[in-house]
């Protein structure tokens, strides 16, 4: 599928990595760099999971960086709907404003995960959590810079690579070069689609910048999150040139049925499909998280 934009790499963001190293999360400032305007992507909400305990520090050293330079946020993006963190954009939207978006196949996993969870009728499964749905080739203004939205399902069906001026987010659907690609094994997911969605970022110019979501530093290596589209295509331990589509599903599903499930998956699912809120308070005004049995 031919890429539904033309990049421009003469356009260079400002962009700013912060590394939550609990979840080996890495969430980004794309700043405008002829204005004070900005994004963030794939923010981290930091909760104790055995206690049952909820804090914002991860958040709050964005909303201070933000804050500190005086720029204005416009845009608060989840590349999707991720299983191994909690998503803090509700928070860092009531601190800052700006516009929380994502894909609109956010219906789907909505839908699904819905039903899992046996949310009921009152759970909305129609994306209105968000401020804008996403459709592929859709563009968006941040400040000046235009960030295009380009659909790249297979970890998940509403994953989204956003591209800006010359820096592409892919969230999980490509890691470092040394670390491959996403699993495709949640429910949703697809390595033949996840597989055709890679190439597609791969269509990329080869020095398009790429901003990973995930490293978790394979053999002891520093942890790493910018490479390129040139170096994935070269040197991709699942997907670099020459590998086929047949010989990528096979590895994929493989490696992906010796896989554990991540260890907040249930918490984050919850939350990150309601956009980063906590389920509503119950008959008591407490709040609780679901743990389906067997579902997962």
């Known amino acids: 599928m031919s890429l539904p934009f033309t990049p421009d790499l003469s356009i260079k963001p400002v962009v700013e990595a912060f590394f939550d190293e609990p979840t080996n999360t890495v969430s980004y ?19 104790d999971y055995a206690a049952g305990r909820i804090t914002h520090v991860s958040a709050d050293k964005i909303i201070d960086y933000i804050s500190i330079r005086g720029w204005k946020l416009e845009w608060i993006i989840e590349t999707h709907v991720h299983a191994d963190h909690l998503s803090a954009a509700p928070y860092i939207q009531q601190q800052l404003g700006g516009k929380l978006g994502i894909g609109e196949n956010i219906k789907i996993v909505q839908d699904t995960f819905g039903k899992i ?4 009728t009152e759970f ?14 859709e563009s968006y203004k941040i400040g000046s810079l235009t960030a295009h939205a380009m659909h790249t399902p297979g970890h998940t069906p509403a994953c989204m690579t956003h591209v800006i001026g010359d820096a592409a987010f892919v969230g999980d659907t490509l890691f470092m070069p040394d670390g491959g690609s996403a699993r495709a094994d949640f429910p949703g997911g ?5 597989y055709r969605s890679i190439k597609r970022v791969l269509e990329l110019p080869g020095e398009m910048r790429l ?13 790493r999150w910018e490479t390129t589209v040139a170096d994935e295509r070269q040197h991709n331990v699942h997907v670099r ?13 493989d490696r992906d049925a010796t896989l554990g499930m991540p260890k907040l998956i249930i918490p984050s699912l919850q939350v990150n499909m309601r956009a980063g809120r906590l389920p509503p308070k119950g008959p008591d005004g407490k ?9 997962l």
């Open 211 to 223: 901003f990973i979501c995930h490293d978790y530093g394979p053999n002891g290596r520093d942890i």
């Open 241 to 253: 040139d020459g590998i086929s589509e047949d010989e990528f599903v096979k590895m994929r599903e």
């Open 124 to 137: 909305q499964r129609d994306g209105s959590q968000f401020d804008r749905l996403f459709k592929d080739g």
């Open 190 to 194: 697809d390595a033949r689609t996840l």
């Open 29 to 47: 400032i794309v700043k405008d760099p002829s204005s004070d305007s900005c994004a963030v992507i794939d923010s981290v909400m930091d909760i």
């Open 287 to 295: 709040t609780y998280l679901k743990v389906p049995v067997n579902e």
């Open 117 to 120: 969870f046996n949310e009921g």
